[in-house]
């Protein structure tokens, strides 16, 4: 009899306690509890690999183990007729790559003849490596030699594993499994074993009863039938037939923006270590985000670690691309150091004045796409050291680009390939009324790793026409280095014409304006952004880098929305790290209109200077300063009122103060009221003459329908000029006749120094002619130098009509202003 009167084993990290009893034989027997607590594997680690004599950094698996240990054990009868049972719970515990955040282990064992076996294991959670395992369970029942088992797992979003079977052998050298059930769900499209499959392992050699898996909405089949390759030679039959690629890439967690359909008839002989195979594939529909395959067909042989292929890619029965293939390789059924042998490698791929509308196959992006490709393209030499021959030519290229809103023709391109290299001699497109130009070379470093070193030439290039947001002709030369995904973009571009559309930079809440609390009238809280959406995503923007982009801005680059139509020039920085972009530099505001919304009316505000300040905050915030004003007619005093309103801040947090020229200074409260009804807030229960109400409802109407106007004109209708603005006839005489002039400005930028201005005053439609047509023309020497010459009627209207206040017909005013800015 072995007595444990009490047995404590202590470390930092827990403790091992026992006591009890254990018999040497037969008839003497006792029990025998075992107890850790908060354990960390690691001692148990080294204690294993001390009791095999060997030092821990020699063994394969010396990976050490992580976490911690809880648990109890029972031992009950003697040596000889053992019973146990064990319940244990691992912490945070894991081995290489696999992480178990929790796990329950339950086993009840008993030796002798037949002997029993019960366990129950569980984990929550598995991760190795990248992929992650949920609801694993295992259940094993029976004797030792002969189990029934069942196990499962969770493998990602909407998939799962499931199965069921018994297991007979005394040890993994040789035993027989069975399947009885399996079912698999990948992304939610079931499969399901149709029969029962029986694997038998004897030493070496490996049988396999005949295998069916089908979907089952019937949507897909695996067939196998014969002995897969072990360590003696085998013969293994393999058929699929509608295979959905998603439902691979789901099962192995592997991005699903995949799909496809597979058939392939492959014979699968050799051993394990040296296996052969050859068939034939072909792949329909194949896509991956935004590449699309045409239909691809296969013939492959692998043979002495040589893999042999032929590939022939087919667009609506046409033959486009033919490939052939001699590569060295180790496709061994086990894990190897290299997969890539030494020896010739040999790929050829040949197009022959194939029609360029095959690209709309491959991508979604691209649109009536035409042109000619002819290829000759072969790779020779190693891996280590590939070398590439032949050229590449494209003739009457063209496509439209939906995601950009523009099309692309004239497409040229010549390349011719040596060494390691592609050397693009020239890539000529047409975009508007520009040109891009693309020279420079790629390096294929391994054949898998493109490295680019491109210059991009533009000439007044339409890079980019959405309606609604940004339309952008661009003059510039730019460098494009590094590999595919991870270039770097470096260089300088000045936009030399083009529009950005902008959500309104504030959205205005009026406050109650009889409550002399509120001196703060507007609420500059709210902020918008606009993205370029879906059409523009790809991993290669994605993951490009920008590296201090000057970006000039020209003298014909507006920014517009609903509220604002201003004229900008300016210089910025432009970085870009992954999905932070950063911008340091200014614009400025050179003219163009803001329209306040005052809730039920609006007022136009013409823009005089600003700017708006970047300081390379990944947050892209700006700093404000813009002015503009606007002239109030009173109703009851004939002196106008001149308006100006001040955007301070920043981008995030906007702030609007409004001003006049009136002294003493009127308030915020005030003028607003004089911008709504034309008279001071304190008036505006004193009513006024008969007939203001209609009027200053009028006159809202009329404000509102006019800002509307513009914005429909320019934004909507892409009506041909830059600016435009309508201002309709306000106030009143004191005889409650319509003493306003209607005026309309429009504008266009001529050349890059010279800015047109057209203007009519009238005071009815019914009172326009050509006498009431004036113009101005503006010329800026430099950055802070301009001049500006205009001829203007001189009109007035009383009564609603006409009139000439000198009393003589067709008067003109001229002016000539000579302008200096200077910013602080």
Same mark, same amino acid.
């Given at each position: 009899?072995?007595?444990?009167?009490?047995?404590?084993?202590?470390?930092?990290?827990?403790?091992?306690?026992?006591?009890?009893?254990?018999?040497?034989?037969?008839?003497?027997?006792?029990?025998?509890?075992?107890?850790?607590?908060?354990?960390?594997?690691?001692?148990?680690?080294?204690?294993?690999?001390?009791?095999?004599?060997?030092?821990?950094?020699?063994?394969?698996?010396?990976?050490?183990?992580?976490?911690?240990?809880?648990?109890?054990?029972?031992?009950?009868?003697?040596?000889?007729?053992?019973?146990? *049972? %064990?319940?244990? =719970?691992? @912490?945070?515990? !894991?081995?290489?790559?696999?992480?178990?955040? +929790?796990?329950? &282990? /339950? $086993?009840?064992?008993?030796?002798?003849?037949?002997?029993?076996?019960?366990?129950?294991?569980?984990?929550?959670?598995?991760?190795?490596?990248?992929?992650?395992?949920?609801?694993?369970?295992?259940?094993?029942?029976?004797?030792?030699?002969?189990?029934?088992?069942?196990?499962?797992?969770?493998?990602?979003?909407?998939?799962?594993? *499931? %199965?069921?079977? =018994?297991? @007979?052998?005394? !040890?993994?050298?040789?035993?027989?499994?069975? +399947?009885?059930? &399996? /079912? $698999?769900?990948?992304?939610?499209?079931?499969?399901?074993?149709?029969?029962?499959?029986?694997?038998?392992?004897?030493?070496?050699?490996?049988?396999?009863?005949?295998?069916?898996?089908?979907?089952?909405?019937?949507?897909?089949?695996?067939?196998?039938?014969?002995?897969?390759?072990?360590?003696?030679?085998?013969?293994?039959?393999?058929?699929?037939?509608?295979?959905?690629?998603?439902?691979?890439?789901?099962?192995?967690?592997?991005?699903?923006?995949?799909?496809?359909?597979?058939?392939?008839?492959?014979?699968?002989?050799?051993?394990?270590?040296?296996?052969?195979?050859?068939?034939?594939?072909?792949?329909?529909?194949?896509?991956?985000?935004?590449?699309?395959?045409?239909?691809?067909?296969?013939?492959?042989?692998?043979?002495?670690?040589?893999?042999?292929?032929?590939?022939?890619?087919?667009?609506?029965?046409?033959?486009?691309?033919?490939?052939?293939?001699?590569?060295?390789?180790?496709?061994?059924?086990a894990a190897v150091p290299e997969r890539r042998l030494p020896g010739p490698l040999e790929v050829a791929a040949r197009a022959d004045s194939v029609d360029l509308g095959i690209v709309e196959a491959f991508t979604p992006s691209l649109r009536r796409v035409r042109g000619l490709l002819n290829a000759d393209v072969a790779v020779e030499g190693e891996w280590s050291a590939p070398r590439l021959r032949g050229t590449m030519a494209l003739d009457g290229g063209a496509a439209s680009v939906p995601g950009l809103g523009v099309t692309f023709d004239g497409i040229i391109g010549r390349a011719s390939f040596g060494g390691d290299s592609m050397q693009v001699d020239s890539l000529v497109v047409r975009g508007g009324e520009g040109r891009l130009v693309v020279d420079g070379a790629v390096r294929f470093a391994d054949l898998t790793r493109p490295l680019l070193d491109l210059r991009l030439r533009h000439r007044d290039f339409r890079a980019i026409d959405v309606r609604s947001y940004l339309t952008l002709d661009a003059t510039g030369e730019l460098s494009l280095t590094g590999p595919v995904f991870g270039a770097t973009l470096r260089g300088q571009l000045r936009a030399e014409r083009g529009q950005l559309y902008f959500a309104?930079?504030?959205?205005?809440?009026?406050?109650?304006?009889?409550?002399?609390?509120?001196?703060?009238?507007?609420?500059?809280?709210?902020?918008?952004?606009?993205?370029?959406?879906?059409?523009?995503?790809?991993?290669?923007?994605?993951?490009?880098?920008?590296?201090?982009?000057?970006?000039?801005?020209?003298?014909?680059?507006?920014?517009?929305?609903?509220?604002?139509?201003?004229?900008?020039?300016?210089?910025?920085?432009?970085?870009?790290?992954?999905?932070?972009?950063?911008?340091?530099?200014?614009?400025?505001?050179?003219?163009?209109?803001?329209?306040?919304?005052?809730?039920?009316?609006?007022?136009?505000?013409?823009?005089?200077?600003?700017?708006?300040?970047?300081?390379?905050?990944?947050?892209?915030?700006?700093?404000?300063?813009?002015?503009?004003?606007?002239?109030?007619?009173?109703?009851?005093?004939?002196?106008?009122?001149?308006?100006?309103?001040?955007?301070?801040?920043?981008?995030?947090?906007?702030?609007?103060?409004?001003?006049?020229?009136?002294?003493?200074?009127?308030?915020?409260?005030?003028?607003?009221?004089?911008?709504?009804?034309?008279?001071?807030?304190?008036?505006?229960?004193?009513?006024?003459?008969?007939?203001?109400?209609?009027?200053?409802?009028?006159?809202?109407?009329?404000?509102?329908?006019?800002?509307?106007?513009?914005?429909?004109?320019?934004?909507?209708?892409?009506?041909?000029?830059?600016?435009?603005?309508?201002?309709?006839?306000?106030?009143?005489?004191?005889?409650?006749?319509?003493?306003?002039?209607?005026?309309?400005?429009?504008?266009?930028?001529?050349?890059?120094?010279?800015?047109?201005?057209?203007?009519?005053?009238?005071?009815?439609?019914?009172?326009?002619?050509?006498?009431?047509?004036?113009?101005?023309?503006?010329?800026?020497?430099?950055?802070?130098?301009?001049?500006?010459?205009?001829?203007?009627?001189?009109?007035?209207?009383?009564?609603?009509?006409?009139?000439?206040?000198?009393?003589?017909?067709?008067?003109?005013?001229?002016?000539?202003?000579?302008?200096?800015?200077?910013?602080?």
């Open positions: 009899m072995l007595l444990v009167d009490r047995l404590l084993l202590a470390w930092p990290q827990g403790q091992l306690l026992a006591d009890g009893s254990l018999g040497w034989r037969r008839g003497r027997t006792g029990t025998l509890r075992v107890g850790v607590e908060a354990a960390t594997l690691r001692p148990f680690d080294e204690l294993a690999h001390a009791m095999l004599g060997m030092e821990v950094d020699s063994l394969s698996l010396a990976e050490p183990l992580r976490g911690s240990l809880t648990g109890t054990a029972t031992l009950e009868g003697s040596l000889d007729s053992l019973t146990a *049972s %064990a319940d244990v =719970a691992l @912490q945070d515990a !894991g081995w290489r790559e696999a992480a178990f955040p +929790a796990a329950e &282990l /339950t $086993l009840d064992w008993q030796s002798g003849t037949p002997g029993a076996l019960r366990l129950d294991a569980s984990a929550v959670d598995l991760r190795w490596g990248s992929r992650r395992f949920t609801d694993l369970r295992l259940a094993l029942d029976g004797r030792p030699d002969s189990l029934g088992w069942t196990a499962g797992a969770g493998l990602g979003e909407g998939s799962s594993v *499931s %199965a069921g079977g =018994a297991w @007979q052998g005394k !040890g993994l050298a040789r035993f027989t499994l069975e +399947a009885d059930s &399996l /079912t $698999l769900v990948a992304g939610g499209h079931p499969w399901a074993l149709q029969a029962p499959v029986t694997l038998v392992r004897a030493d070496s050699a490996v049988t396999l009863t005949p295998v069916h898996l089908a979907a089952v909405d019937g949507a897909g089949v695996i067939r196998t039938e014969g002995n897969p390759p072990f360590g003696t030679p085998g013969e293994l039959r393999l058929e699929l037939i509608g295979v959905r690629l998603a439902d691979a890439f789901s099962l192995m967690q592997r991005d699903t923006a995949v799909s496809g359909v597979l058939d392939a008839e492959l014979l699968v002989g050799g051993t394990r270590l040296r296996p052969t195979f050859g068939g034939s594939a072909s792949l329909a529909d194949l896509t991956m985000r935004d590449f699309r395959a045409p239909f691809v067909q296969g013939v492959i042989n692998y043979e002495d670690r040589i893999l042999d292929a032929n590939l022939l890619l087919w667009k609506t029965g046409t033959r486009v691309l033919t490939v052939r293939a001699a590569l060295p390789l180790d496709l061994a059924f309104d930079l504030v959205m205005k809440d009026i406050v109650n304006l009889e409550d002399p609390a509120n001196a703060d009238l507007i609420d500059t809280t709210l902020i918008r952004t606009q993205g370029l959406g879906a059409a523009f995503q790809s991993r290669f923007l994605d993951s490009l880098r920008i590296t201090d982009l000057q970006l000039t801005i020209g003298d014909d680059f507006w920014l517009r929305s609903n509220e604002a139509n201003i004229q900008v020039d300016g210089l910025v920085r432009v970085n870009k790290v992954r999905q932070d972009y950063r911008f340091d530099g200014t614009f400025n505001a050179r003219r163009g209109t803001y329209a306040l919304n005052l809730g039920f009316a609006t007022r136009d505000f013409t823009v005089k200077q600003g700017t708006v300040r970047y300081f390379g905050t990944p947050d892209l915030n700006a700093a404000l300063d813009l002015e503009a004003e606007h002239v109030v007619r009173p109703i009851e005093d004939p002196d106008d009122i001149l308006v100006t309103a001040r955007i301070r801040g920043t981008l995030l947090a906007p702030e609007l103060s409004l001003t006049s020229d009136v002294r003493p200074p009127l308030t915020e409260t005030d003028i607003v009221s004089y911008l709504m009804f034309g008279r001071p807030s304190s008036n505006l229960a004193s009513g006024g003459a008969p007939g203001t109400s209609e009027r200053l409802a009028l006159d809202a109407g009329l404000s509102v329908l006019s800002s509307e106007l513009e914005r429909t004109l320019i934004s909507d209708l892409g009506f041909p000029v830059d600016f435009i603005q309508i201002r309709p006839a306000v106030g009143a005489s004191g005889s409650g006749a319509a003493s306003g002039v209607t005026e309309l400005r429009a504008g266009w930028q001529v050349g890059r120094q010279w800015f047109l201005t057209f203007n009519a005053g009238f005071c009815g439609l019914s009172q326009f002619s050509y006498n009431s047509v004036g113009a101005s023309v503006e010329y800026r020497f430099q950055r802070h130098w301009r001049a500006q010459l205009s001829v203007e009627p001189l009109l007035a209207c009383v009564g609603g009509r006409q009139v000439d206040p000198l009393s003589t017909t067709g008067r003109y005013q001229v002016g000539l202003d000579l302008f200096w800015e200077k910013e602080y």
